[in-house]
């Protein structure tokens, strides 16, 4: 079982949907990343987090660390949001080990 | 303000051939790392670095040699391409480094698609 698992791995939604995607961890952290890759390839940072909730624009992002579980939530998405996020985790304290999941694959449809 | 530089692109190597991939960053970032990324998998730790003259090894190291001789520059060396190492190559930075339990975001370069035949 990955140590970093998120759903759903592949999303289609209508443009103005209310999107959700799930991460959920098994390891102890330091912080939550919420990435964004699109298909150029390049790779954004979205969102850090260690506790609580952030919001920047249309996105949000929320973390449980009682749960292990984080949510990157989109609220009236856009054909431009079409992309793969990725959630990320920084292992424990005093190391550099990250550990990716493999990405939730959203289309956003006009 | 150039942010996290990769080169090159993409890049053809024969199994045998050598071959550095560069990663510049001007923001003065302690922490940089390199990640290859493959279909079906999350981005994996290659080699990382929190400072001029300190390495160390990641998930999946073998195969490939770092060094960071200045802040700015981390290159990663293939020393004999094999064709498991066709992947697509992320160097990424930020801040902290020897300050260890410190977060920041991770900076990431556009990447290298690598093809080893």
């Known amino acids: 079982k990955n140590e970093v698992e998120q759903s759903p791995q592949n999303l289609t939604a209508q443009e103005g949907e209310f999107i959700t995607i799930n991460c959920s961890y098994s390891v102890g952290i330091s912080a939550l990343h919420w990435l964004q890759q699109h298909p150029g390839g390049g790779i954004v940072s979205l969102f850090m987090l260690s506790s609580g909730k952030k919001k920047h624009g249309r996105l949000i992002a929320t973390i449980n660390i009682q749960e292990k579980h984080s949510s990157l939530h989109i609220t009236a998405s856009h054909p431009r949001d079409s992309a793969v996020y990725i959630c990320a985790v920084r292992a424990g304290s005093g190391t550099y080990k990250y550990i990716f999941g493999t990405g939730t694959r959203l289309k956003v449809l006009a | 303000n150039a942010g996290v530089t990769q080169t090159p692109k993409f890049q053809v190597l024969k199994t045998g051939q050598s071959m550095t991939l560069q990663c510049a960053q001007d923001?003065?970032?302690?922490?940089m790392s390199w990640y290859r990324q493959d279909p079906g998998m999350g981005l994996r730790l290659i080699h990382y670095s929190v400072g001029a003259g300190i390495t160390d090894q990641g998930e999946v190291p073998n195969g490939y040699n770092v060094s960071r001789s200045t802040t700015e520059d981390f290159p990663l060396r293939l020393l004999s391409a094999a064709p498991s190492q066709t992947s697509v190559y992320f160097c990424a930075s930020s801040y902290g480094g020897t300050l260890s339990s410190y977060n920041s975001p991770l900076h990431f370069g556009n990447g290298t698609r690598l093809t080893v035949t």
């Open positions: 923001m003065n970032h302690e922490y």
